[in-house]
């Protein structure tokens, strides 16, 4: 057994968490040899039920769980911490759109990343998936100088699960048969998941997904607008927006930071754009990355054709507006 690590989990009497705290404690991001001290940072008014799930996380008896220490204040719960979840923030509610979230939002990521700044290790990996995701993350690292901003990240981990998922059931494969769908820009309805570079494995031979499911149209409309609107589906489904699939996500993710992507493989990420495919710099959009010794690198040279070059354009046009606009509601 490696020292313990500090692993931050913000939001952590929400639903999200709920599903998380159990995957983290379990050993499925870090590793069933590396153990944990668990800080969960919530808001004052919800420290009863924090006490609940540090009593049940307690009675799952998870011997990897070195500590937990529940705390309202953000000094005390990123002080030291190698790994943060920012998932706390206001969730979305049926028909409200994600910039109303906006405003509430950043404010909270720009305290946080002010804590991380001055408490966190100067190594630590911040994944960000409280919303409005991408730009919360660029708020967080504005407010956290002395971090480097390559260790801020957006979740877009959900929306590629979820594309995955439409291909291996549009081919009846299992999910394990599809890699390399793509999504690019925000984690909203204008992100852009794309199958044009996605691969499947059918009876052990590789073959590219667009050409095993030959139909461009059903690729360029309905494939999209599926994953673009799963969120907003979920929640009409289930009053509650999507949690155990997004806690799994976020393992995902940062599974995948810290431990590397297989050889020819690539997942999606929010990350602080360098212009890459033509983007603008300097906003967290999400792009196809590898990841070796827990830095991640952008997949470089993939074709771009008329078709997503347009859907990129939209969802950076996003990016900057809502930027400028959390900007603005932080200079305030
Ligand atoms: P919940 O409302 O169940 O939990 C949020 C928790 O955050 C609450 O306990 C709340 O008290 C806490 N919180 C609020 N302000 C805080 C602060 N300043 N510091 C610490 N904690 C604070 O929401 P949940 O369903 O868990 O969703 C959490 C966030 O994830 C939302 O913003 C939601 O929109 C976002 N999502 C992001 C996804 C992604 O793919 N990036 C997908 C799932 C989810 O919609």
């Not at 008014?45 to 220490?69: F, I, Q, R």
Request: with cysteine; hydrophobic share 45%; aromatic share 6%.
């Amino acid at each position: 057994m490696s020292e313990p690590i500090t692993v931050v989990v913000t939001g952590a009497a929400g639903q999200i968490a709920y599903s998380l705290l159990y995957m983290i404690s379990r050993g499925e991001v870090f590793g069933k040899q590396q153990r944990i001290n668990l800080h969960l940072l919530d808001i004052p008014p919800m420290m009863g039920v924090l006490e609940g799930v540090v009593m049940e996380l307690g009675d799952c008896a998870l011997p990897l769980l070195n500590k937990v220490v529940p705390t309202s204040d953000p000094a005390v719960a990123f002080k030291d911490a190698a790994a943060a979840f920012m998932v706390g923030a206001m969730p979305r509610k049926e028909g409200m759109e994600r910039k109303d979230l906006l405003s509430a939002n950043v404010k909270i990521f720009k305290v946080q990343g002010e804590a991380l700044d001055k408490f966190a290790r100067k190594d630590v990996k911040v994944l960000v998936v409280g919303n409005p995701a991408n730009t919360n993350a660029i708020i967080c690292s504005h407010y956290a100088p002395s971090i480097p901003k390559e260790n801020f990240t957006a979740m877009t981990r959900l929306d590629q699960n979820r594309a995955k998922y439409q291909i291996a059931s549009k081919l009846g494969l299992p999910v394990d048969a599809v890699k390399n769908v793509i999504i690019w820009g925000n984690h909203s309805s204008t992100q852009y998941p794309d199958a044009k570079h996605a691969v499947v494995t059918v009876n052990g031979a590789s073959k590219s997904a667009w050409d095993a499911i030959g139909d461009a149209a059903y690729l360029q409309g309905d494939f999209i607008s599926t994953v673009q609107k799963r969120g907003a589906a979920v929640i009409s489904a289930r009053k509650m927006s999507s949690a155990m699939s997004a806690a799994k996500a976020a393992c995902d993710h940062m599974h995948d930071w810290w431990n590397g992507t297989p050889a020819g493989e690539f997942v999606s990420m929010g990350v602080v754009s360098d212009g890459s495919y033509g983007m603008p710099k300097d906003i967290v959009f999400s792009f196809p990355v590898e990841i070796r010794d827990k830095k991640w690198s952008i997949v470089q040279g993939l074709s771009i054709d008329d078709f997503s070059k347009g859907k990129l354009d939209i969802t950076a046009k996003e990016l900057l507006e809502e930027k400028d606009e959390a900007m603005a509601v932080c200079n305030q």
